[in-house]
């Protein structure tokens, strides 16, 4: 490593570590970014970005229409029953592979001076105003500032012993990329019993389908096959879009032991970003540009606490945690809420009637899970 001691250690190479490492190594500051997996890679996501996040991605000199995003303005959501309603995007979004996005992000950062260890973290110490950070083959680093984006959950988590780590996650993930007809247009959310899945196009023509669902509603089927024959196939929309596309993927990538419980923006004195601070549910289509936001906001008060504004690390701990409240706290909560009205499937439908006699509502809610375009 060129730094015996980092400015900042960021620890996680998604959306958020990547960002921030981007904004602070254009701030000329010495940034180690440590993720265990190789680029490129795809992601268990639903890889539709809000426009609220443009703005920023502009400053940091980073176009996701440069790497082939399709853009989207139209919304439609389906039940299990196959009601249906439709909307305009109040701000509009895009669609782009964490394949390719985190690629071109980690190439970007790398572009501006910053390094990257390919390691897994296995502990992190505080102490004497001095992160210590262990990694599996590289020993200790040092660095006067961590952030944590590391994701849903880690070994981590129980090292730092997070709440929400002791609680049940019983939900379940999988997504694939095929090839077939679906508007380039559209982001669509289709329910089915026990779960959702969303849909969008992304780079190159591919249709990206994710859904979530419960451990529950997917433990009587012996495989992923059945369960999307018996249950994810009863909405009819979901049917045809299997059933007249081609998958592009071997076999759908999955992922488990999904939690939206509360969690806490700072730990151990480590800010955290994106899902490892908070995760929205996947209805309201919208952790993507959460992560962004949540990277800006820690690169800006880590900023200030390096060039004197900030005046002492509990200031700034407590100011990113006030700051990640009034951002994100709302939407959170909105998301619990919708996503816990969909989960009951006598009252999905109704809930379509009602949005179709009041069709104010609709954008309210997006307006709700989402932010205002991002000031740089």
């Given at each position: 490593m060129a730094a015996t001691v980092f400015d900042v250690i960021i620890i996680g190479g998604g959306l958020a570590?990547?960002?921030?490492?981007?904004?602070?190594?254009?701030?000329?500051?010495?940034?180690?970014?440590?993720e265990k997996q190789s680029y490129p890679k795809h992601k268990v996501c639903g890889e539709y970005i809000s426009n609220e996040v443009l703005p920023y991605l502009e400053t940091l000199g980073f176009s996701p229409f440069a790497h082939g995003a399709t853009r989207i303005d139209a919304f439609e959501l389906t039940t299990?029953?196959?009601?249906?309603?439709?909307?305009?995007?109040?701000?509009?979004?895009f669609g782009l592979s964490r394949y390719t996005m985190d690629n071109a992000l980690l190439k970007h950062a790398q572009s501006h001076g910053m390094q990257k260890l390919k390691d897994t973290v296995v502990d992190v110490v505080f102490?004497?105003?001095?992160?210590?950070?262990?990694?599996?083959?590289?020993?200790?680093?040092?660095?006067?500032l961590v952030i944590g984006a590391y994701g849903k959950r880690s070994n981590l988590d129980v090292k730092f012993q997070r709440k929400f780590i002791t609680k049940q996650s019983p939900y379940l993930a999988a997504k694939l990329h095929v090839s077939g007809q679906f508007p380039k247009d559209k982001v669509a959310l289709h329910n089915f019993k026990g779960g959702y899945c969303g849909v969008s196009k992304v780079e190159n023509d591919s249709i990206n389908l994710c859904y979530i669902t419960s451990f529950k509603a997917f433990k009587t089927y012996k495989d992923i096959n059945a369960f999307q024959e018996a249950v994810v196939f009863k909405n009819k929309a979901l049917q045809e879009l299997f059933r007249d596309s081609k998958p592009e993927f071997d076999a759908p990538l999955t992922i488990s032991q999904i939690s939206f419980e509360t969690k806490a923006p700072v730990e151990n004195h480590i800010l955290m970003c994106g899902d490892t601070a908070g995760m929205i549910h996947p209805l309201c289509g919208n952790g993507m540009s959460?992560?962004?936001?949540s990277a800006q906001l820690a690169s800006k008060h880590i900023i200030d606490y390096?060039?004197?504004?900030?005046?002492?690390?509990?200031?700034?701990?407590?100011?990113?945690?006030?700051?990640?409240k009034l951002n994100f706290a709302l939407r959170l909560k909105v998301g619990?809420?919708?996503?816990?009205?969909?989960?009951?499937?006598?009252?999905?439908?109704?809930?379509?009637?009602?949005?179709?006699?009041?069709?104010?509502l609709m954008p309210l809610i997006i307006k709700m899970t989402h932010g205002k375009p991002m000031t740089p």
């Open positions: 570590g990547l960002t921030s490492a981007i904004h602070l190594s254009k701030a000329n500051y010495n940034v180690l970014l440590i299990h029953n196959n009601k249906r309603i439709t909307a305009k995007l109040p701000l509009g979004g102490k004497n105003d001095m992160f210590h950070v262990k990694t599996k083959t590289r020993g200790v680093l040092q660095a006067k959460m992560a962004i936001r390096l060039e004197g504004q900030i005046k002492t690390r509990d200031d700034l701990e407590k100011i990113y945690t006030k700051t990640w619990h809420s919708i996503a816990f009205l969909f989960r009951q499937n006598w009252l999905a439908p109704k809930l379509l009637v009602a949005l179709r006699h009041l069709p104010f």
